[in-house]
């Protein structure tokens, strides 16, 4: 989920993990806001999983039966949390209020003729920063829902994060990092954008 595509784990030189990473949270907002004790808010597009049905112990073979549709999501990390205080715990960076708005509207599974092969990607203020496709996740969306439904229980509405493509700020160089009025926009093939300012 959260560090789930390919590329972006080896321009980060990390180790692919064995498991996905799921935090939780409340995650309804078209915009956000950079918080004055964050100086480095960055961008993730990512392709939003929707739980449609409850289930535990689900199995992959019968995991898109649980799913309701597909959104996007702008994960929005603040990096000096995640990678410098906090004793680099990633989730803290995650879960600021307004973070991680979705929109523009649930499309369902029906609608989406493959999850796996959508074009993905994110502009801030115009300049295309993150291009890609879903078929470069590393964890498909029925093993993200087997994986996590053996520790918790899905119920309708909740939802899943697939992992963001390679091009997020923290690993340019030199880093870029969002700053109040910045305009990013979140595209997914099939599923729509979602525009958001910085305030």
Not at 46 to 73: C, P
Not at 125 to 144: A, I, R
Not at 157 to 172: A, K, M, Q, S
């Amino acid at each position: 989920m959260l560090v789930s595509g390919r590329r972006r784990l080896l321009t980060a030189l990390l180790q692919a993990q064995k498991w996905p990473f799921q935090p939780s949270r409340d995650m309804r907002l078209v915009q956000f806001q950079a918080p004055d004790l964050v100086g480095e808010v960055d961008w993730e597009a990512e392709l939003a999983v929707v739980i449609g049905k409850k289930g535990k112990h689900i199995k992959a073979t019968d995991a898109m039966a649980h799913v309701a549709g597909f959104t996007v999501a702008h994960d929005v990390s603040a990096r000096d949390w995640q990678m410098r205080r906090n004793g680099k715990q990633w989730l803290l960076g995650k879960t600021f209020d307004t973070f991680c708005p979705l929109g523009p509207a649930l499309v369902t599974k029906d609608s989406v003729a493959d999850p796996h092969n959508l074009k993905i990607c994110c502009r801030v203020n115009g300049e295309v920063v993150q291009s890609s496709n879903t078929n470069q996740m590393v964890f498909k969306t029925e093993d993200l829902i087997a994986w996590v439904s053996q520790f918790v229980t899905f119920y309708p509405g909740d939802v899943i994060l697939t992992g963001t493509p390679p091009g997020v700020g923290v690993f340019r160089k030199p880093p870029v990092f969002l700053k109040k009025g910045d305009e990013v926009q979140c595209e997914i093939e099939e599923l729509g954008v979602i525009i958001n300012k910085v305030v």
